[in-house]
């Protein structure tokens, strides 16, 4: 059974940076998306980053040139490197894999950026 937990969610002020890790069990991530989605209060969850098996990045355009998204596949685990945080990153953070045909969610993490 594949399970995500995430982790180094945080409270950071306007301008610094945080890296959040998604730490999978069940599944070798290379073979599978993993991606980073984010909910705000009020507002719908929605993609900000995602490596695909081959290893290609996507970004949503609001985070492009600021976060990174890697995946360390001996360690399965992935991460997501936010520089120049703004407050408008503030949100809950999940991870998500695909992997053979189905999608999985960690718990989330909360991260706060305050200006």
């Known amino acids: 059974q594949v399970q995500l937990v995430e982790s180094g969610g945080g409270l950071v002020q306007a301008g610094g940076s945080l890296t959040l890790s998604c730490a999978a069990s069940g599944m070798t991530i290379s073979l599978g998306a993993m991606a980073w989605y984010r909910q705000a209060p009020g507002k719908q969850r929605g993609l900000v980053a995602i490596?695909?098996?081959?290893?290609?990045?996507n970004y949503t355009d609001s985070v492009k040139g600021r976060f990174t998204i890697s995946r360390d596949i001996a360690k399965k685990t992935a991460y997501l490197q936010m520089t120049s945080l703004k407050p408008e990153d503030t949100a809950v953070y999940y991870c998500?894999?695909?992997?053979?045909?189905?999608?999985?969610w960690g718990q989330g993490t909360q991260v706060t950026v305050s200006s």
């Open positions: 998500n894999a695909i992997y053979s045909g189905r999608a999985y």
């Open positions: 490596i695909l098996s081959g290893g290609t990045e």
